[in-house]
C-alpha cells in the first residue's frame, strides 16, 4: 500500500481534487461539497508535503502517465523547485477553503456554493498540474483549467462589475494561451517533441557559443533558425500576459477587486505564481539562460519592466481607496520583484525570485484574507469606512499590520528574507542602481501599507466600524495561521529559502524538468 | 523567394492573414460579441498552424493497411528474440519493406488541436455566458457604453 502510494504519488496531488470536482456538482448539496472539497484539498496539501520530502530523500521523481514512457507519453518531472512550489500552492488552497465558511456564505447565493467548490477544486487542479507537469503541452491544457475556472470564480462577485471584470480577464487570458500554444507548435515543428527536457536536448545544436578571437571574446555566435526566436517571443509574451508583467497587467486589478473575497485570497497568492514558474522553466528548462540573457536581451527587458511596474504600481496603489485595489496594484508591484530576480539569472538572483514567490503567496494570502474578515463585518471595501475599525475588531487589525510589514519588507518578517537575497545579489551583478530603485520602491509600499494602518488605529470611527464585532474565530484562526507562517519563514528559512536555493542551483546547472 | 514558393507556402499565409484578423478583431471591437468572434477567428488560425505542420508531402492517414497489420506481431516477435520465429520473421521483414514505402501523416499536430478545440468551446460558451449576465445587469453589450455606466456611478 505505502509503496502504491510512493509509485503514484507525483500525480495524486492533481487526480485526487480532479476527480472530487465533479462529485461536488453531482452531488449537488453544499454541506457535502464542502466536507469533499476540504477533504480533498488538506489530502492533497499532505501528499505535496510528502512529495516534498521525497524529493529532498531520493532527488528528481519521474513518473510516466499511463506507463508510457518519455518522449512519447507525458511525464510528471517532479524536482526540487515544482514540490516546494505544489506544497505552497496546495497549503495555501486548504487553509483559504477552510477560512471560507462565513465569507462565502455572506457574499455569494447559497444555491450557488457547490459549484464554487467544484470551481475551486479545478482551479487547484490546474496550478498543481501547470507545475508538475514535464509535457509543454500539457502545461497549456492545465493553464487553460486553471484560467476558465478562474473566470468563473470572478464572475460569482456580488456587483454586476464581476461578470465585466471576469469577461475582461477572460479575453487577455484567452490571448496570452493563446500565444503560447502558438509557440508550442513553433517549437514542436522544429524538434518533434512536447517533452520539455527533450525539446532542451533537440535545441541543443542551436547553443550560444561564445566566439573568442585573439583571446578576446566577441558576441555571441548563434546558428538557429528565426523559427526559434518567434516561439521564444510568442511564449515569453504569453506568459507575461499570465503573470501580469506591468505593461501587460490590465486584467489584474478588476479581476481582484470584483471577485468574492475568498477567490482573490486565493488566486492572487498562487496563480500568477504559477505563470512565474512555468517562465522559469521554458527559460532555463528550454532555452537555457545563455539564450535568453547573452544572445536576447530579455535581462534587460526584465528589469525595466519590472522596475518602470514596481514604481507605476505602487505609486498606484497609494492612490487607490479601495482596499483591494490598492493590494491588487501591489501584486503587480511584487510581480516585478519576482522578475527581477530571476533576470539576474544568478544564484543569489534566482534564489531570491523563487523565494519571493512563495513568501509573497503568504503575505497577499494574508492580507486578502484579513480583508475578507473586514468586508464580512463591515460590508466594505472603502478606506472611509474601515475608519477606526482598530478599536472595534482588534485581532483583524493587528493581522493587517503584521501582513503589511511583510509586504514592505521589514526583518523578522519573510519579505526581508526575499529583499535581502535580491539586494544581495543586485550588489554582487554590480546593478548599483537597481539595488537603489528597489530600496526606494519598499518605501512606496511603506506608504500604502502604513495609510490603511493609520485610517484603521488613528482614526474616529466609522458608523460601520463603531457596529462591527471581531471577526469569526475559524476565520481569524486561519489569518493567523498564514499570519505566523510568515514570521516563522522570515526566521526559519530552512523550508523557504533553503529549499529555494536548491531549485535554483538545479535551473543553473542546466536542470531539465 | 519564387513565385511558386511564395504560393507554396499557401497554408501559412492563410494562418498569419487569420491569426492578424482576429487579433485585430479582439483590440479593435468594442462589442463583446464581435470580441469573442475575433477570438475565435484568432484560435481557429492556430488550428491550421498545428494541422499543417503534421502534414508530410506524399502522406496518407495514419491507419496501417490491413495487410501490413499482420507483421507487426512477428516484428515484435523477432524485436524479443524468439528463436522458433525465423519464418515469422522473413515474412516481417519483406512486410516491413512493405511498410517503410508508405508514408504516414503526422497524426500528434491533429490529436492536440481536438484537445485546443474543446479549450476554445469551452472559452467561447463561458464568454457568452458571462455576455449574457453581462447584457441582463447592464442592458447592453457596448463595452464603452458599459464604462460611461460605471463611471457616472
Keep these: 500500500m505505502i509503496e502504491y502510494l510512493h509509485f503514484h504519488l507525483p500525480v495524486l496531488p492533481i487526480v485526487i481534487p480532479l476527480m472530487i470536482a465533479p462529485l461536488c456538482v453531482l452531488l449537488g448539496s453544499r454541506h457535502v461539497a464542502n466536507v469533499l472539497s476540504l477533504f480533498a484539498c488538506w489530502v492533497t496539501f499532505g501528499l505535496s508535503l510528502l512529495l516534498v520530502s521525497r524529493v529532498c530523500e531520493l532527488g528528481e521523481i519521474s513518473y510516466f502517465l499511463g506507463g508510457w514512457k518519455p518522449p512519447y507519453g507525458i511525464e510528471y518531472a517532479i524536482d526540487p523547485l515544482n514540490s516546494f512550489l505544489m506544497a505552497m500552492i496546495a497549503g495555501m488552497g486548504a487553509i483559504v477553503l477552510t477560512y471560507s465558511g462565513p465569507s462565502l456564505r455572506d457574499e455569494v447565493p447559497k444555491s450557488k456554493h457547490y459549484l464554487f467548490y467544484s470551481l475551486y477544486l479545478l482551479c487547484m487542479t490546474g496550478l498543481m498540474g501547470m507545475c508538475a507537469t514535464g509535457d509543454l503541452f500539457n502545461v497549456f491544457v492545465f493553464l487553460e483549467i486553471s484560467s476558465l475556472s478562474t473566470y468563473a470564480l470572478i464572475s460569482l462577485g456580488k456587483t454586476r462589475r464581476a461578470p465585466l471584470a471576469a469577461f475582461q480577464y477572460l479575453i487577455m487570458g484567452t490571448i496570452g494561451a493563446t500565444f503560447l500554444l502558438i509557440g508550442i507548435g513553433l517549437l514542436y515543428q522544429m524538434t518533434g517533441t512536447l517533452n520539455m527536457a527533450d525539446i532542451g536536448v533537440q535545441l541543443e545544436r542551436y547553443r550560444v557559443a561564445a566566439v573568442i578571437v585573439d583571446g578576446i571574446e566577441g558576441p555571441p555566435h548563434w546558428e538557429g533558425s528565426r523559427t526559434m526566436l518567434v ?25 481582484y477587486t470584483y471577485a468574492p473575497s475568498v477567490v482573490t485570497c486565493f488566486v492572487a497568492a498562487t496563480a500568477t505564481k504559477v505563470s512565474v514558474y512555468a517562465f522559469i522553466r521554458v527559460v ?18 526584465l528589469w525595466s519592466f519590472s522596475l518602470v511596474g514596481i514604481f507605476v504600481a505602487s505609486i498606484a496603489a497609494i492612490y487607490q481607496t479601495n482596499i483591494k485595489r490598492r493590494l491588487a496594484y501591489s501584486s503587480i508591484a511584487q510581480v516585478g520583484y519576482m522578475l527581477l530576480g530571476i533576470s539576474m539569472a544568478n544564484q543569489d538572483g534566482l534564489t531570491a525570485g523563487i523565494v519571493h514567490m512563495f513568501n509573497h503567496g503568504l503575505i497577499k494570502g494574508a492580507l486578502f484574507m484579513v480583508v475578507g474578515c473586514f468586508v464580512l463585518r463591515l460590508g466594505s471595501v472603502q478606506m472611509d469606512d474601515w475608519r477606526g475599525a482598530g478599536k472595534t475588531m482588534p485581532w483583524t487589525s493587528l493581522a493587517w499590520a503584521i501582513g503589511g510589514l511583510g509586504l514592505i519588507g521589514v526583518p523578522v518578517t519573510c519579505g526581508f528574507i526575499s529583499k535581502w537575497l535580491l539586494l544581495t545579489a543586485a550588489m554582487e551583478d554590480e546593478l548599483y542602481l537597481v539595488a537603489a530603485l528597489m530600496l526606494i520602491s519598499s518605501l512606496l509600499a511603506v506608504i500604502y501599507v502604513w495609510q490603511v494602518v493609520e485610517v484603521l488605529y488613528f482614526s474616529p470611527p466609522s458608523e460601520k466600524a463603531k457596529k462591527a464585532t471581531e471577526a469569526p474565530l475559524i476565520m481569524l484562526v486561519t489569518t493567523y495561521v498564514v499570519v505566523a507562517a510568515t514570521l516563522v519563514f522570515g526566521v526559519w528559512t530552512t523550508w523557504s529559502a533553503g529549499l529555494a536555493g536548491d531549485a535554483a542551483r538545479f535551473l543553473l546547472q542546466g536542470g531539465a524538468p | 523567394m519564387t513565385l511558386t514558393e511564395f504560393f507554396g507556402l499557401y497554408n501559412y499565409w492563410i494562418v498569419v ?16 460579441i464581435k470580441t469573442v468572434i475575433g477570438l475565435n477567428i484568432f484560435q481557429v488560425s492556430v488550428v491550421l498552424l498545428y494541422v499543417t505542420m503534421g502534414k508530410v508531402t506524399g502522406g496518407t492517414a495514419p491507419i496501417i493497411p490491413p495487410g501490413i497489420a499482420g507483421h507487426s506481431d512477428g516484428e515484435h516477435a523477432s524485436s524479443h528474440g524468439s528463436h522458433d520465429a525465423h519464418e515469422v520473421v522473413d515474412h516481417a521483414h519483406q512486410h516491413a ?57
Design chain 2, 97 to 153: 519493406a512493405d511498410a517503410a514505402e508508405i508514408i504516414y501523416s503526422n497524426p500528434l499536430p491533429s490529436v492536440l488541436m481536438l484537445t485546443a478545440i474543446v479549450v476554445g468551446i469551452a472559452t467561447t460558451a463561458l464568454a457568452l455566458a458571462l455576455i449574457v449576465r453581462i447584457s441582463e445587469d447592464y442592458g447592453t453589450i457596448e463595452e464603452d457604453e458599459i464604462l460611461l455606466m460605471d463611471r457616472r456611478q
Design chain 1, 231 to 255: 516561439a521564444f517571443a510568442f511564449l515569453t509574451v504569453g506568459l507575461c500576459i499570465k503573470m501580469a508583467v506591468f505593461p501587460l497587467h490590465t486584467w489584474l486589478p478588476n479581476s
Design chain 2, 17 to 32: 492573414f487569420l491569426m492578424m484578423t482576429g487579433f485585430y478583431i479582439v483590440i479593435a471591437r468594442r462589442n463583446m
Design chain 1, 284 to 301: 532555463f528548462g528550454i532555452f537555457t539562460p545563455e539564450f535568453a540573457f547573452e544572445l536576447l536581451p530579455l535581462d534587460t527587458a
